[in-house]
């Protein structure tokens, strides 16, 4: 009797082990389907929307660079727990250098697809106003009683212990605390549904390059890797089951996650494909050590980007950094015409067919057109 007590126990601690991901970001997209219709419908759509942009404004060059605000709210309850301001920075500078294709690293992606790594022309800052127009460093301290969080809301509630969202259309909420054994982080993937807590949890350990950083989790890629999902990537084997769809062209399909360090060429041909390059394991969407990985592609580029115009888009123009401000002028955002007015510069509301105008846009933008119809 007590060995079956023990067998079942065991089997028990196994399937907890195998289903513990260092990402829970899937777990947390599936419990808000489950919760919210309204959440799951929004998420069905967001691929073909994401399709749907890409084939109308992917190729695109954009004119500037994308600056995302950042709040970090710091929820500790012990003093290890409580980051410094220079774990904080490492972090912002991890990202800048991943997003923008300036980490060291990238001498490590392999030659085959140096080509496609890409520079997702997406920048970070700590916002420097605060939701009431005040100045802030960008970092929110709150102290708590509260054990580990796991995956539940309590971090995104004052009253529970955690910390409030600031504004999720204008702000990138990360919440930095004690989350649990195993998980590293997690993130919600935009849609049109957005509701509280939307943003990144990570681990304190597992938050930036310096401090009380953790290896080989210490080298900030866990914030590179969730804000590819709050950008709308999925993971690079495409997620739930083997041989997913990550809904990437230049990604190899790939048959599951790998994890630590391995060498290239890894798992050639898997999933019944003709590819000799294998897996594209240095990926950030996969889930191998934070010292070997080292890129996006161009289609992670293009989903990332698509995400921020379609369901982000405060992040597009924004004054909550100080030392940027993104004036960005791409076809697709809506502009509202001002005046138009001739050659002289005279307003009128009836342009003369065959003459020269000039449109005037309220973001900025300036169209000549000679009316011939
Ligand atoms: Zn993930």
Redesign the pocket.
């Known amino acids: 009797m007590t060995k079956k007590i023990f067998t079942i126990l065991l089997i028990c601690l196994n399937i907890n082990a195998s289903s513990q991901e260092r990402?829970g970001?899937?777990a947390v997209t599936e419990k808000m389907s489950n919760l919210y219709p309204e959440y799951r419908i929004a998420r069905e759509q967001v691929n073909e929307q994401t399709k749907e942009w890409i084939d109308k404004f992917g190729d695109n060059k954009l004119q500037n660079i994308i600056t995302i605000p950042v709040v970090v709210h710091v929820v500790w309850k012990t003093n290890s727990q409580n980051i410094s301001d220079a774990q904080i920075q490492s972090q912002i500078d991890v990202l800048n250098n991943d997003y923008r294709r300036t980490n060291i690293d990238q001498i490590n992606t392999p030659s085959v697809w140096q080509g496609i790594a890409a520079d997702s022309e997406i920048e970070f800052c700590l916002a420097s106003v605060d939701p009431n127009g005040q100045p802030t460093n960008g970092i929110n301290r709150v102290q708590t009683t509260h054990g580990q969080f796991g995956m539940s809301n309590d971090i995104h509630t004052s009253s529970a212990g955690g910390a409030d969202d600031w504004p999720n259309d204008d702000y990138l909420n990360i919440w930095v605390c004690d989350i649990s054994s195993g998980l590293l982080g997690?993130?919600t993937p935009p849609s049109f549904f957005i509701g509280d807590g939307d943003g990144l949890v990570i681990g304190y350990r597992y938050f930036g390059s310096t401090g009380a950083v953790q290896a080989p989790y210490n080298k900030g890629r866990t914030a590179t890797?969730?804000i590819?999902?709050w950008l709308n990537l999925d993971?690079v084997w495409g997620g739930w089951g083997s041989c997913g769809n990550d809904q990437v062209s230049d990604t190899p399909k790939q048959e599951s996650e790998n994890y630590s360090c391995p060498g290239y060429p890894l798992n050639i041909n898997s999933c019944n494909t003709t590819n000799p390059n294998g897996d594209m394991f240095m990926n950030y969407?996969d889930?191998t050590n934070d010292g070997c990985m080292n890129l996006f592609t161009n289609g992670q580029k293009a989903r990332m980007i698509a995400a921020i115009n379609q369901y982000r888009p405060n992040m597009l123009n924004q004054n909550l950094c100080s030392s940027t401000t993104n004036i960005y002028e791409h076809q697709n955002t809506t502009k509202e015409l001002i005046k138009i007015v001739d050659v002289l510069g005279k307003e009128t509301n009836n342009p003369n067919l065959n003459a020269t105008y000039f449109y005037i846009y309220n973001n900025g933008t300036v169209e000549k057109k000679i009316i011939v119809k």
């Open positions: 990402c970001t899937e997690y993130a890797h969730e590819g999902h993971h969407m889930y």
